[in-house]
Each structure stands twice: as C-alpha cells, then as structure tokens.
C-alpha cells in the first residue's frame, strides 16, 4: 500500500504544482499591471469651481445660469457650484431652484462635480460648531438634491493660542465624522480642502485623514495651498486621499508663488490612477472669462502631453 500511496500523491502534486504556478503567475501579473497600468486607467474631465467668477457672482451682474452657460460654450466636462453664489446662502436654497439649475446643467450637458460652503470647525465654541455642522448637514441634502457626488468644507482659520493643534484636531474630527455620517446616508461624499489655514502641510492632511478614517470622506486636492517646502511632493504624498481637485494657475515653491507646472502635476494624478473630474479655480484680477478660457486651453493641452 505505501508504494501506491505515494504514487497517488505524487501525481497528485503534477497536478496542484502548475494550477499554483499559474495563480501565483496571474496575481503577480495583475499586482505588476496595476502599479504599470495606473497612469493608463485615469480618466481625467475638465470642470470649473464657480469661484473663478467670485465677483460677479457676488455683485449679481452674474448668475449661476450664466455661469453654467459659459461652462458650456468652453466646453467643459463638469461644474462645481460653489454654494455662496445660490439665492440667499447661507440658506438653502428652493427646491424649485435646485431641480432648476440641475435640469439645466444635464440639457447642457454638464455634470455638476461638487458643491461647497464656508464653515469652522477649529471655533472653540461648541454651539458655534454645532451651527456649522447643522449648516453642512442641510447642504448635504442639497449636494444630493443637485446630484453632486461630493460637497467641499474647511478646517477652519481660528487657532486660540490656550489650545494645541493635536486639542483641536479631536474636536474637529468628532464634528467631521458627524457630518460624514450624514453625507453617507444621503449619498455625498464629504471632502475637507486644504486650504493653508488650520491645515497647511502634507502631515496635516494625512493626520486628520488617519483620525477621520471614514469611506465617506475625502480631500479637496489644492494644488497652490501646500505654500511651506516642494508643493509636488506634498501632492504626490497626499492624492491617495483625493476625490477632487482645486487645480490653480499658481502652486507656492519654498513659499514663492510660480506658476503651475500643468504637466508634472498631471503625472502625479495619473499615475495615482485618479478618475474623476479636474475643477479649474483661476484668481487675481482680470476679465475672469477671459483668464479662465486661457487656463482651461493651457490645462486641455497639458493633458493631452502627459
């Protein structure tokens, strides 16, 4: 019997050694792909953030229509409708309003990327931060109403000097994963931006990503507010994190302002393997028409490089 036996499992090892040569093979092959393939998998759209039109937006001699009827003219892919520039923000808006603008933007073929609003969740007072995150929760529904995957909020600016940054960072992430509950249930991501104020630096945004720890939640990529050290390797850190973009004309080199250099940044994003829409904010003076048609021809030819 031993002579059989050992016959049997002798073939039977024939048989099992080349099925886990060829699994072995074929997860190899698919981690290597994945890692070589990534830059070919992102799928890049053009959107404008509506702050690119701040002052007429806010001296009303334009609108949200107008804007949207720009957008398409440029033909951009998508919009982000910043929520200071809908009727009586902070407010929200009608629902006549927001079904509005939504049938608008998809008859012009645009898809609206995101929504926005202004918040602090670094204010030492709690009833304060308990307004702004009633505030964000009441424009999660309308970011669902709009169809907008995700809605933009800040740390914030306030840092009382009786309180570390590790003090308000715990208070902050409690309020934030409130609100990222409630985005999820409505189906909104919530993306914090970071925006050089409470949060500066590549370690800031992956520390409050860590603490967050939540699908639901995302970042606002800024390009030009990493101002402290090489802005491309803060990027580069921090895209795992990103759902969307502030791509701007200008980044901070050392704390220098230069411009933007479209194609070393878009080969950060692409190789990252980021699908997803690329929101354009131009800033300083000048016709905002003007500036952001130039931009978006700048940042169309850039894509088609990298």
Known sequence: MKPETSRRDFVKSLMIVPALSSAITENKDEKSLSLADKSKRSKLKTSLNAYSFNAPLTDKSMNLDDLLDFCAEQNFDGVDLTGYYFPNYPQVPSDEYIYHIKRKAHLLGLEITGTGIRNDYTNPDPEKRKADVQMIKQWIEVAAKLGAPVIRVFSGVIRPKEYTWNQIATWMVKDIRECV???????????????????????????????????????????????QGDPY????????YAVNWQVKENIFVDGVEVKTDLKRLFKIIKE???????????????????????????????????
């Open 181 to 227: 509950e409630y985005g999820q249930k409505h189906g909104v991501i919530v993306a914090i931006q970071n925006h050089n104020d409470f949060i500066q630096t590549a370690d800031d945004v992956i520390k409050i990503m860590k603490m967050v720890n939540m699908e639901w939640f995302g970042l606002i990529l800024d390009v030009g507010s990493y101002h």
């Open 233 to 240: 390797t803060q990027i580069a850190q921090t895209v795992q």
């Open 272 to 306: 990252s393997g980021y699908r997803g829409s690329l929101p354009i904010e131009t800033l300083g003076k000048g016709n905002p028409k003007e500036k952001v048609s130039k931009f978006l021809k700048e940042v169309q030819q850039a894509l088609k490089e990298v």
